[in-house]
Antibody, heavy 121, light 111 residues
Framework: QLLLQESGPGLVKPSATLSLTCTVSGGSISSSSYYWAWIRQPPGKGLEWIGSIYYSGSPYYNPSLKSRVTISVDTSNNEFSLKLTSVTAADTAVYYC?????????????WGQGTLVIVSS | QSVLTQPPSASGTPGQRVTISCSGSSSNIGSNTVNWYQQLPGTAPKLLIYNNNQRPSGVPDRFSGSKSGTSASLAISGLQSEDEADYYCAAWDDSLNGRAVFGGGTQLTVL
């Protein structure tokens, strides 16, 4: 059974960098059939795609966040990570990691439980 | 303002059939497939419909999806109390070098 688990600080100061890791178990992140994604959801609001990455690299990002986002993959530890720089209160959200089918960039078929990140001093 | 437009709310009584619409444009729904996600209160979203009208294993056949032109719909027949959740449509958008876009979500209430 594939499981994804987000981890990282739950509180980040304004202007700092938000860093999260998604650990994948029950399957290989190096599968050629999938990408791996980050999606966020501000409290009481809808879903926003942050970006996705293939096991070999080559990330692609939401244009609205591209200047502040870096997604990387660590195949040796079966995990991938998110860095979001210069955070503000608007970046407060539940952050989810998910698996994406290579056949459809919006087919997120497995999700982590999500982790709440609050941006506050 | 979401790229895909959904009604903010919908409701129905047990046993009823409910539909949720998702409106887009030629750069997203008009040229790419639509997926639907169900988010029960306090949980992560779950893939409900993919490739416009396909159900993943384990999703009851009470849920169905369709697409026509630049719009898509999710239908739930035989409504049950456990269907009370937020529903999101999603599609790839070819503008701005490509991006995944979601609808704003529809909160379904079972009366």
């Amino acid at each position: 059974q594939l499981l994804l688990q987000e981890s990282g600080p739950g509180l980040v100061k304004p202007s700092a960098t938000l860093s999260l890791t998604c650990t994948v178990s029950g399957g290989s992140i190096s599968s050629s059939s999938y990408y791996w994604a980050w999606i966020r959801q501000p409290p009481g609001k809808g879903l926003e795609w942050i970006g996705s990455i293939y096991y070999s690299g080559s990330p692609y990002y939401n244009p609205s966040l591209k200047s502040r986002v870096t997604i990387s993959v660590d195949t040796s530890n079966n995990e991938f990570s998110l860095k979001l720089t210069s955070v503000t209160a608007a970046d407060t959200a539940v952050y989810y990691c998910a698996r994406v089918s290579v056949g459809d960039y919006v087919e997120f078929d497995h999700w982590g439980q999500g982790t709440l990140v609050i941006v506050s001093s | 303002q979401s790229v895909l437009t959904q009604p903010p709310s919908a409701s129905g009584t047990p046993g009823q059939r409910v539909t949720i619409s998702c409106s887009g444009s030629s750069s997203n729904i008009g040229s790419n497939t639509v997926n639907w996600y169900q988010q029960l209160p306090g949980t992560a979203p779950k893939l409900l419909i993919y490739n416009n009208n396909q159900r993943p294993s384990g999703v009851p056949d009470r849920f169905s999806g369709s697409k026509s032109g630049t719009s898509a719909s999710l239908a739930i027949s035989g409504l049950q109390s456990e269907d009370e959740a937020d529903y999101y449509c999603a599609a790839w958008d070819d503008s701005l070098n490509g991006r995944a876009v979601f609808g704003g979500g529809t909160q379904l209430t079972v009366l």
